[in-house]
């Protein structure tokens, strides 16, 4: 990827209230479905919103940092999703998004982060990242040193 987005807390929490706002009213949702690990943060931020308190998790795995390698469903929540919120942190190629749709067609999927490819798959999501831009999530980063500009 020749591009970041770095993206911070407090930017993520602002962009998954957001993605809360347009799922309401709460009332038509029995619960929220996480796809584990990376959606377990909007998951949160949308449990505590929404005031849902039914919380599942899906969980699948494709990348190693950042090479994409064959998709694993280790768990899934038994449901075809009808009245819940199947929430991821982004989509990127989409992959992860069909495997994710075949098993709760009834859900409403949505994301924080979707790139072209991807977005097509998802009912909503909040923020656009061109496809050749890889998004460093919070949960990813550190504090560090950074040297003063006329030691570099
Ligand atoms: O649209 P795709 O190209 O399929 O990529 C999107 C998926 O990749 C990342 O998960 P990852 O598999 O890295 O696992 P993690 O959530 O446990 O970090 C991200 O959280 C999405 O689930
Ligand atoms: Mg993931």
Redesign the pocket.
């Known amino acids: 990827m020749s591009e970041k987005y770095v993206v911070t807390w407090d930017m993520f929490q602002m962009h998954a209230r957001k993605l809360a706002e347009r799922l309401l009213p709460a009332s038509q949702w029995k619960g929220i479905i996480a ?5 377990l943060f909007p998951a949160a931020v949308l449990a505590r919103e929404l005031g849902l308190r039914h919380v599942e998790t899906v969980c ?4 190693d940092h950042d090479q ?1 390698g064959e998709l694993r469903v280790l768990h899934a929540a038994d449901t075809d999703g009808e009245g819940f919120i199947v929430v ?10 069909k495997e994710i749709r075949k098993m709760y067609p009834k859900a409403k999927f949505v994301t924080v982060f979707a790139k072209p490819a ?1 977005a097509p798959l998802v009912d909503d999501y909040v923020i656009d990242i061109p496809q050749n831009t890889w998004i460093e999530q919070p949960w990813d980063l550190g504090l560090g040193f950074v040297p003063p500009i006329a030691r570099k």
């Open positions: 796809v584990s690990r990376g959606g699948i795995a494709s990348y994409q991821d942190d982004l989509v990127d190629t989409g992959n992860t998004a991807g």
